[in-house]
């Protein structure tokens, strides 16, 4: 008898969710993400019980058309992507069709939506574990999408467990995230808010829809914070057909329109590389590939290596925005997404930190000797 058999389709529903859906951090990254997706100016993040209870996402965005009540809750549908081609010009968050069918399989999860032509009444939507549309009834609703994820984990008792365990710890973490989806997302407002049982509820932060990345800094981390801060507008050419040593992946970035030459931007804020200034921030340091929140070690460690010749004793506060051609990186690296691989790396780092130097030799001939 064969010993080697397939895994039955609904094991492999759980299995692989497990992998997109990890923690309470993924969750709202993801639902956070589709609303984004969708257009919202306001998206409102609701946890009860710091999220091990429920955590809500509700947004004034497109809402979901009927046509798609079906298939939303399955497994590879999705409207953001339908060629593996269609990854070179991503300009979405989502594109994997993975989330919501992996909440299907993790929690006790609907979804209430309405568009602009539905008045005002919306759908509220019930799914079946595997991601199969359950039923669906009329409620009331504002246009938008509100996501209810209530018992995260509730069928995987080791996982249930170690959330309930951890939970406070990863809701902090959680509103590290929001605060940078909050602080990049400029024209949408944010409000994040906690209900612990029988207690009421605390609003953890909110920002304003017609705020610069500025201001929703200041908002987020404190008007203080500011003082300290210089803006990032780095700018540089890099041209991986002509530089000595150029690897095969960055001459493929030349097509036939282009020269091969890159323009690429750093914006944001960091800390001024001064002595004792820094601890006037918070210890956070934010990376971002054209708005996308993610993990960039190589490019921190870069940041970090430069201000350290100019303030050992202190790291900088950073919140900085590549700006990079949609077909210069690959955000397919891992299942959250939150690894980005970048082309020729090793060349924009080399001129990310030339970048740098220059610009705290500027502000470091600005500020007064007795200071430094
Ligand atoms: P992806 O974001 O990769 O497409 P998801 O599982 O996160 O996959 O979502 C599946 C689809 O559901 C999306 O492509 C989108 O069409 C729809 N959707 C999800 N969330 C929302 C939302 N908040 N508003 C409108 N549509 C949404
Ligand atoms: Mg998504």
């Not at 069709?97 to 005002?120: M, N, P, Q, V, Y």
Request: charged residues 25%; contains cysteine.
């Amino acid at each position: 008898m064969a010993t080697i058999k397939p895994i039955e389709g609904r094991s492999v529903h759980q299995i692989q969710s497990g992998q997109v859906i990890v923690d309470l951090n993924s969750v709202v990254k993801e639902l956070v993400e589709n609303a984004l997706d969708a257009g919202a100016t306001a998206i409102e993040v609701r946890f009860k019980n710091h999220g091990l209870d429920s955590i809500e996402v509700q947004d004034n965005g497109s809402g979901i058309a009927p046509e798609d009540f079906d298939t939303i809750g399955l497994k590879h549908y999705t409207s953001k992507l339908s060629t593996y081609d269609d990854l070179d010009s991503l300009t979405t968050f989502g594109f994997r069709g993975e989330a919501l069918s992996s909440l299907c399989a993790l929690s006790k999860f609907h979804i209430i939506t309405a568009r602009a032509s539905d008045g005002a009444k919306g759908t509220k939507l019930d799914f079946e574990t595997s991601g199969k549309l359950k039923g669906t009834s009329v409620v009331a609703a504002k246009q938008g999408t509100t996501v209810v994820v209530d018992s995260l984990f509730y069928n995987l008792p080791v996982r249930r467990k170690e959330l309930e365990k951890t939970v406070k710890r990863e809701y902090i973490k959680v509103l590290g995230l929001l605060h940078a989806y909050a602080c990049i997302s400029v024209g949408v407002k944010f409000s994040v808010s906690n209900q612990v049982p029988k207690g009421k509820k605390t609003v953890a932060f909110s920002t304003n829809a017609n705020a610069s990345t500025k201001e929703n800094i200041a908002n987020v981390y404190g008007a203080k914070t500011l003082l300290a801060l210089v803006p990032l507008d780095l700018k540089f050419e890099m041209d991986p057909c002509n530089r000595p040593g150029a690897t095969q992946t960055a001459r493929n970035w030349s097509t036939q329109e282009d020269s091969g030459a890159r323009t690429i931007k750093v914006v944001g804020y960091i800390s001024r590389p001064v002595v004792g200034e820094g601890r006037q921030t918070p210890d956070r340091q934010m990376f971002f590939v054209n708005t996308r929140p993610c993990l960039l070690p190589q490019v921190s460690k870069a940041f970090n290596e430069v201000y350290k010749l100019y303030n050992i004793t202190q790291s900088p506060f950073i919140f900085a925005d590549i700006k990079l051609d949609t077909n210069a990186y690959d955000v397919n690296v891992s299942p959250d997404k939150r690894s980005i691989m970048l082309h020729d790396q090793t060349a924009l780092l080399e001129s990310l930190k030339n970048a740098l130097v220059e610009l705290f030799e500027m502000h470091e001939q600005s500020v007064p000797r007795s200071q430094l």
